[in-house]
């Protein structure tokens, strides 16, 4: 057990990376991140980040270049574990893009980040305009609302197209505009120093709850007509007495 290698004990990846990347839910920035994190943690990091190979030696003239040195198998039995790892966190449709016989570790990943930050300038056009015209009214709660800011600001800064910590905050204001939640944005707004973008969250759901938890605005108490019962002798109407109600005797024309 002494010479166990760490990354060896991790039985379900799915306790380490929840997220499962898929091509539609644009998640690859907080899915390579934890990735990175996890394979910092179990000692596996240059498997998808090598380091760059020595330079070999030139061979003299009329010589065959000299055998790369065998595989560890240490290495190779480390290297698809980390392959196992990548294949199981992501969706079955990326899972057929990238796989191939014989991969490493670091080629799925290469794969991978090609797929999502490939063509870095149409892709911040297109996360820009969603960037700016993200509002509240789309979304049903404001947590969902401000993870979707996040989630653009992040994929941004991969494309090399960073959004400020003001920008995001200010964003977040400006998508409030009109909504339930309008009078938050304004008081945000007017605050000095701009309160940061966690702050800024903190507040929206503060108000959203206790709206949610305000009672209703009493409506008119509406009281049914009091039944009547007729009285022969006196042509008269007389209700049925119902508790704490008040109610008004009218003649009838005398017969």
């Known amino acids: 057990m002494a010479n166990l290698h760490p990354a060896v004990t991790v039985t379900d990846i799915k306790n380490f990376i929840p997220i499962t990347l898929e091509m539609?839910?644009?998640?690859?920035?907080?899915?390579s991140e934890l990735f990175k994190i996890h394979c910092t943690a179990f000692q596996v990091l240059d498997h998808i980040l090598p380091?760059?190979?020595?330079?070999?030696?030139?061979a003299a003239?009329?010589?065959?270049?000299p055998a790369p040195p065998p595989a560890d198998p240490i290495w190779v039995k480390l290297d698809a574990l980390v392959l196992q790892w990548i294949y199981g966190t992501i969706s079955t449709d990326l899972l057929h893009t990238i796989l191939k016989p014989k991969a490493t570790a670091a080629q799925a990943w290469e794969a991978l980040e090609s797929i999502f930050l490939d063509n870095k300038s149409s892709r911040a056009l297109y996360l820009q305009s969603r960037f700016s015209n993200l509002t509240l009214q789309s979304f049903l709660t404001a947590s969902a609302y401000c993870q979707e800011l996040k989630v653009l600001a992040d994929q941004l800064a991969n494309v090399d197209a960073?959004?400020?910590?003001?920008?995001?905050?200010?964003?977040?204001i400006?998508?409030?505009?009109?909504?339930r939640l309008d009078a938050v944005g304004m008081m945000l707004?007017?605050?000095?120093?701009?309160?940061?973008?966690?702050?800024?969250r903190s507040r929206l759901i503060l108000e959203e709850t206790r709206q949610s938890q305000k009672p209703a605005t009493d409506s008119p108490l509406h009281v049914p007509a009091a039944p009547t019962t007729p009285n022969a002798k006196f042509g008269l109407a007389i209700p049925q007495c119902i508790p704490g109600c008040f109610v008004e005797f009218k003649l009838h024309p005398w017969s």
């Open 61 to 65: 003239a009329g010589e065959a270049p």
């Open 174 to 179: 400006n998508g409030l505009t009109g909504t």
């Open 189 to 200: 707004q007017q605050t000095k120093p701009l309160p940061d973008f966690y702050e800024a």
């Open 24 to 31: 539609e839910n644009a998640l690859y920035t907080p899915w």
């Open 162 to 172: 960073p959004v400020s910590a003001s920008q995001l905050v200010l964003q977040l």
């Open 51 to 58: 380091s760059p190979p020595p330079v070999a030696p030139s």
